[in-house]
């Protein structure tokens, strides 16, 4: 059976994690909107070429060149057995082409997890990552520190937090993910295609949750 399935959840909710360990258990392809854009463009194909172009212009890429592309990949071998999409939809007339891309293929969406967690629980996970500045390894100051305080093990390069992992941004971020996220989240429900995930500090949590439920 085919497992077309959706998640979404806020910068530092494991999203990443979760469907690294998630896919291969399922036999199925994680497809993260941001790669995939970076790999139409990089095949060069017609479609990839118009991708570029609003890229390169710093425009927004229109929803139906994306559902064109989403569509391809859909057709790809790889995906035969089900998707795991990350990074779309982000609004409801993306979920409405989606919806309407999936039915046309006879696929319809199984479920859509959503990671939920707590803004303290992502501040702790974020705000203590770290990572060369020289050859960019990361390290975390709790789970994965350096040997010596603020210098990289393998080249002695200096140990830098992004701007991205500062807590103010971090809660900057987790506010806009609600408020944009939060009708997407009534349109699945409506649905009854929500499924509500919580994040957890170990991340075999989150995967046994999902796994129970699509086993059920
Ligand atoms: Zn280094």
């Known amino acids: 059976m085919t497992q077309d399935l959706i998640i979404l959840g806020a910068p530092g ?128 100051l709790i789970n994965l520190p350096p040997r010596q305080a603020g210098i990289c093990d393998v080249c002695g390069g200096v140990l830098r937090q992004r701007e991205d992992d500062k807590e103010e941004t971090i809660r900057k971020r987790f506010a806009t993910f609600l408020e944009k996220t939060q009708p997407l989240i009534d349109f699945y429900q409506n649905k009854n295609l929500l499924v509500e995930v919580q994040a957890s500090d170990d991340p075999q949590v989150a995967l046994n949750f999902v796994l129970k439920y699509l086993a059920r």
Do not use: W
């Open 13 to 140: 909710a494991g999203k990443g994690t979760l469907a690294v360990d998630l896919c291969p258990a399922l036999g199925i392809k994680h497809i993260s909107t941001g790669d995939l854009l970076r790999e139409v463009i990089a095949s060069g194909s017609p479609l990839g070429q118009e991708i570029d172009g609003y890229v390169k212009s710093g425009a927004l890429v229109p929803d139906d060149l994306i559902g064109r592309m989403i569509k391809d990949t859909l057709a790809a071998d790889a995906c035969r057995q089900g998707i795991l999409l990350d990074g779309f939809p982000r609004t409801i007339p993306q979920a409405e082409l989606l919806e309407k891309i999936l039915a046309d293929l006879g696929r319809p969406i199984s479920a859509v997890f959503y990671l939920s967690v707590e803004l303290d629980r992502v501040i702790r996970r974020l705000v203590n990552r770290v990572s060369c500045q020289q050859c960019g390894r990361p390290y975390h």
